[in-house]
């Protein structure tokens, strides 16, 4: 069993902002699965299905990105589904629009769902995919994060959440390192 989640925010004026990097990744992957992502369910709307013979679950936590740990918890407890079986995707400020980076483990680098999960899981050992959406010095991050992706950065902004996507389709059936060394 699989548990994919994806970070951002619910409500109408957090939609296509960059702070929902991870939301608009589920929505892709659950296309490219034919999963419809609409159960309310562990604080969460999740959709269920199986994937080449893998049980797969995607989340969108509905509790807000600071408190995303809460969602996580109540479906790793319910499923008892390993850390290892966990793939969290979500913006990244050090990574610039375009990229994402894969890792098995580290830090929370100050994105806070992240932290949550960690917390809730009391571990930094989480799969994650991280989409870059760069930052502005000039801006305050809030205010940044919670803004909409320039106009000139949405090409690649978009090839980034398409390439997470395919990761996390291809981490469903390959091993994680395998994931990672394929798209790192």
């Known amino acids: 069993m699989k548990l994919i989640v994806g970070l951002g925010n619910i409500g109408k004026e957090y939609e296509n902002t960059r702070h929902n990097a991870g939301f608009e990744v589920i929505d892709i992957l659950a296309d490219r699965l034919n999963i419809k992502v609409d159960q309310k369910k562990f604080k969460a709307t999740i959709g269920i299905s199986n994937v080449n013979g893998e049980k797969v679950i995607l989340m969108k936590p509905s509790t807000y990105m600071n408190l995303s740990g809460n969602a ?3 479906c790793v407890n319910f499923y008892k589904i390993e850390t290892k079986d966990i793939i969290v995707v979500h913006d990244d400020l050090d990574l610039p629009v375009g990229k994402i980076r894969i890792r ?3 830090s929370a680098g100050g994105q806070k769902g ?3 999960i960690m917390n809730q899981l009391h571990t930094t050992d989480i799969n994650r995919i ?3 959406i760069d930052k502005d010095p000039r801006i305050p991050v809030v205010d940044y994060v919670l803004g909409k992706t320039k106009k000139a950065d949405l090409p690649a902004y978009k090839e980034a959440l398409n390439k997470a996507a395919e990761a996390l389709e291809s981490s469903i059936t390959l091993d994680f390192n395998k994931v990672m060394n394929r798209y790192n």
Do not use: A, F
């Open 72 to 74: 996580v918890i109540e």
């Open 104 to 106: 098995e483990k580290g």
């Open 114 to 116: 992240i932290k949550s």
């Open 130 to 132: 991280r989409v870059g």
